[in-house]
């Protein structure tokens, strides 16, 4: 009883093992897919690869792996001419020596992506590229802003200095913002990579009627559009730094091409904004289909009285006239709240007051101060009045 007790138990414990070592796999594959999903979105949005182009599939990588390469490697290979069959054996098992060498190697990269990479960084080459990339980085820095100090001629030479220095602790700082993704888990790379893309997606720029003319001239005639582009090579393209904030404005209103629009076209764009400006915002547009659907209902339930009354025949003709008239005015205006006004008293205050007792609807606290005020010029008016 005990040995198939033990059984069962080795049983039940293989086939827990091989269920959890199935999620895993699934798991696996369902985080490929999606990774995959998500690069070919990224691609989509930078126009890499067309709309309903075939994505590429991915080979797996056991298809390629050393074990096939071992099994390959062992098995005897035959041949009809002579000179295969002698063919060396010690270069065989060298061979085969190799690959077994590798295989510890190849092992510890299937089951650590990151370890692969690691490796390969670790090679002599890359000792000295990011101090060479800092280095070019802060030459290319440093570059930039004594032209813009050339421009400028209210600038000296010690102030020419400052910025670099700040421009130099910025890039320090930079690089310590950067994220380490070896340090990272796959759900951090995830949350990371989602957010990397919110960040680069572009912000739609809104056209002026303008430019919107100019924009529907682009896409209708490849001839307007080659002419375009060479009109934008003019006098007035320059690239002018730090000059007043005045003359700027003044460049903007005087010194600029003139586009080759229409006027109808544009005036065509500025009625149609115009037309968008227009219509009510969804607060409003929300406000005025409820009122229209509480006046609905008022006026069904109008038409039920109406429905009660011309059945009764103990009204005369003028009395059922006068009711009729009667409730369709009522139906047309909507009821009025009636506010129930409570004088505050002297122990209430400063306190939460809640409902007072017999109080329905709208009330609203008001300070007895006015009563007061009230009486006494209504006392005041009976006085005079007495003389």
Same mark, same amino acid.
């Given at each position: 009883?005990?040995?198939?007790?033990?059984?069962?138990?080795? +049983?039940?414990?293989? *086939?827990? &093992?091989?269920?959890?070592?199935?999620?895993?796999?699934?798991?696996? =594959?369902?985080?490929?897919?999606?990774?995959?999903?998500?690069?070919?979105?990224k691609?989509? @949005?930078?126009n890499?690869?067309?709309?309903?182009?075939?994505?590429? +599939?991915?080979?797996d990588?056991?298809?390629?792996?050393?074990?096939n390469a071992?099994?390959?490697? !062992?098995?005897?290979?035959?041949?009809?001419?002579?000179?295969?069959?002698?063919?060396d054996e010690e270069?065989?098992?060298?061979?085969?020596?190799?690959?077994?060498?590798?295989?510890?190697?190849?092992?510890?990269?299937?089951?650590?992506?990151?370890?692969?990479?690691?490796?390969?960084?670790?090679?002599d080459?890359?000792?000295?590229?990011?101090s060479e990339?800092?280095? @070019?980085?802060l030459?290319?820095i440093?570059?930039?802003?004594? &032209?813009?100090?050339?421009?400028?001629?209210?600038g000296?030479?010690?102030?020419?200095?400052?910025?670099?220095? #700040?421009?130099?602790?910025?890039?320090?700082?930079?690089?310590?913002?950067?994220?380490?993704?070896?340090?990272?888990s796959?759900?951090? =790379?995830?949350?990371?990579? &989602?957010?990397?893309?919110?960040?680069?997606?572009?912000?739609?720029k !809104?056209?002026?009627? @303008?430019?919107?003319? *100019?924009?529907q001239m682009?896409?209708? !005639?490849?001839?307007?559009?080659?002419?375009?582009?060479?009109?934008?090579? #003019?006098?007035?393209?320059n690239?002018?730094?730090?000059?007043?904030?005045?003359?700027?404005?003044?460049?903007?209103?005087?010194?600029?091409?003139?586009?080759? +629009?229409t006027k109808?076209?544009?005036?065509?764009?500025?009625?149609?904004?115009?037309?968008?400006?227009?219509?009510?915002?969804?607060?409003?547009?929300?406000?005025?289909?409820?009122?229209r659907?509480?006046?609905?209902?008022?006026?069904?339930?109008?038409?039920?009285?109406?429905?009660?009354?011309?059945?009764?025949?103990? *009204?005369?003709?003028?009395?059922?006239?006068?009711?009729?008239?009667r409730?369709?005015k009522?139906?047309?205006?909507?009821p009025?709240?009636?506010?129930?006004?409570?004088?505050?008293?002297?122990?209430?205050?400063?306190?939460?007051?809640?409902r007072?007792?017999?109080?329905?609807?709208?009330?609203?606290?008001?300070?007895?101060?006015?009563?007061?005020?009230?009486?006494?010029?209504?006392?005041n !008016?009976?006085?005079?009045?007495?003389?």
């Amino acid at each position: 009883m005990d040995s198939e007790a033990e059984e069962e138990e080795k +049983i039940n414990a293989e *086939l827990e &093992e091989a269920m959890k070592s199935e999620a895993r796999v699934s798991k696996k =594959k369902r985080k490929k897919e999606f990774k995959e999903k998500r690069r070919q979105k990224k691609k989509l @949005e930078y126009n890499m690869v067309i709309q309903d182009d075939v994505a590429d +599939i991915q080979q797996d990588r056991s298809l390629f792996s050393i074990q096939n390469a071992i099994e390959k490697a !062992s098995k005897p290979q035959y041949s009809d001419s002579e000179e295969s069959l002698c063919v060396d054996e010690e270069e065989t098992l060298e061979g085969k020596d190799d690959i077994l060498s590798i295989l510890p190697v190849a092992n510890e990269v299937n089951d650590d992506p990151n370890a692969k990479v690691k490796r390969w960084f670790t090679n002599d080459i890359f000792n000295n590229i990011e101090s060479e990339e800092e280095d @070019e980085e802060l030459d290319r820095i440093t570059s930039t802003i004594l &032209e813009k100090d050339e421009n400028n001629d209210e600038g000296g030479g010690e102030n020419c200095l400052q910025p670099v220095e #700040n421009t130099v602790e910025d890039f320090s700082a930079k690089q310590s913002d950067e994220i380490n993704w070896s340090d990272l888990s796959e759900e951090e =790379k995830e949350i990371e990579t &989602e957010n990397e893309l919110k960040n680069s997606q572009k912000k739609k720029k !809104s056209l002026d009627p @303008e430019g919107l003319a *100019l924009a529907q001239m682009w896409i209708h !005639s490849t001839k307007t559009r080659r002419n375009l582009i060479d009109a934008g090579f #003019n006098r007035f393209v320059n690239n002018d730094s730090n000059l007043p904030d005045w003359f700027a404005e003044d460049e903007k209103k005087h010194y600029h091409p003139n586009l080759p +629009i229409t006027k109808e076209a544009v005036e065509e764009f500025k009625r149609r904004q115009r037309e968008i400006n227009a219509r009510p915002i969804k607060k409003v547009a929300e406000a005025k289909a409820r009122k229209r659907r509480k006046a609905l209902k008022r006026m069904e339930k109008a038409k039920k009285k109406v429905e009660g009354i011309l059945e009764n025949d103990g *009204l005369t003709e003028v009395e059922k006239r006068k009711e009729l008239k009667r409730i369709y005015k009522q139906s047309k205006q909507a009821p009025k709240k009636e506010v129930t006004y409570v004088v505050a008293k002297k122990g209430l205050v400063g306190k939460r007051i809640r409902r007072p007792q017999g109080v329905t609807g709208r009330y609203k606290m008001v300070d007895p101060r006015m009563k007061k005020d009230f009486r006494r010029l209504k006392n005041n !008016s009976k006085r005079r009045k007495r003389r």
